[in-house]
T-cell receptor, first 116, second 116 residues
Framework: GAVVSQHPSWVICKSGTSVKIECRSL??????MFWYRQFPKQSLMLMAT?????????EQGVEKDKFLINHASLTLSTLTVTSAHPEDSSFYIC????????????FGPGTRLTVT | DQQVKQNSPSLSVQEGRISILNCDYT??????FLWYKKYPAEGPTFLIS?????DKNEDGRFTVFLNKSAKHLSLHIVPSQPGDSAVYFC???????????????FGAGTQVVVTP
């Protein structure tokens, strides 16, 4: 089946620093990847849609200058949390869609970010 | 506003019995629905989906029922097994626009506990 990996699986950083999270589709090419965040005991909230070779589109209320997304290849998208603050601490999950006509998404294992 | 709702935060069921998870939606433009299973600190795993042209889809122990007029869907797991203990998310998307296609709106999730 389709496999999506994320790296790192967890990261602790100091307030004010930046953190990069990678999302890779291992056995298929993903024209579109999505980034979600999940707070404890809450649902997954879509942050942005990442299309290969073009700018990401952000959901309402998500700061694009704070959450930088790059989708440079068909198998890799990165999310950089810039100038992280404790309120950015969350579980970040990416997903990948294999084709433009597909509605099914395959999720990565997630990255736990803790900002101290 | 929450367009996909799972009103039962938890469900406890005995091993071997049926688990029934419910999901309601408000957006009449949704036409594809998916169920995901999630363990703590992991990404969601796709279980089963259904399009609005059907009212039932079955895959092994999992069956999803869709009632479009009531904007309601349910997931039946039969028989329930201890390994089914996880959080189950209902998700929906719309093919009506290119912007909405593939973007998943998630419910809040239902924690299922299967007891021996």
């Amino acid at each position: 089946g389709a496999v999506v990996s994320q790296h790192p699986s967890w990261v602790i950083c100091k307030s004010g620093t930046s953190v990069k999270i990678e999302c890779r589709s291992l056995d298929f090419q993903a024209t579109t990847m999505f980034w979600y965040r999940q707070f404890p005991k809450q649902s997954l909230m879509l942050m942005a849609t990442s299309n290969e070779g073009s700018k990401a589109t952000y959901e309402q209320g998500v700061e694009k200058d704070k959450f930088l997304i790059n989708h440079a290849s068909l198998t890799l998208s990165t999310l950089t949390v810039t100038s992280a603050h404790p309120e950015d601490s969350s579980f970040y999950i990416c997903s990948a869609r294999a084709g433009a006509n597909s509605y099914e998404q395959y999720f990565g294992p997630g990255t736990r970010l803790t900002v101290t | 506003d929450q367009q996909v709702k799972q009103n039962s935060p938890s469900l406890s069921v005995q091993e071997g019995r049926i688990s029934i998870l419910n999901c309601d939606y408000t957006n009449s433009m949704f036409d594809y629905f998916l169920w995901y299973k999630k363990y703590p600190a992991e990404g969601p795993t796709f279980l089963i989906s259904i399009s609005s042209i059907k009212d039932k889809n079955e895959d092994g122990r999992f069956t999803v029922f869709l009632n479009k007029s009531a904007k309601h869907l349910s997931l039946h797991i039969v028989p329930s097994q201890p390994g089914d203990s996880a959080v189950y998310f209902c998700a929906a998307t719309s093919s009506m626009t290119t912007d909405s296609w593939g973007k998943l709106q998630f419910g809040a999730g239902t924690q299922v506990v299967v007891t021996p």
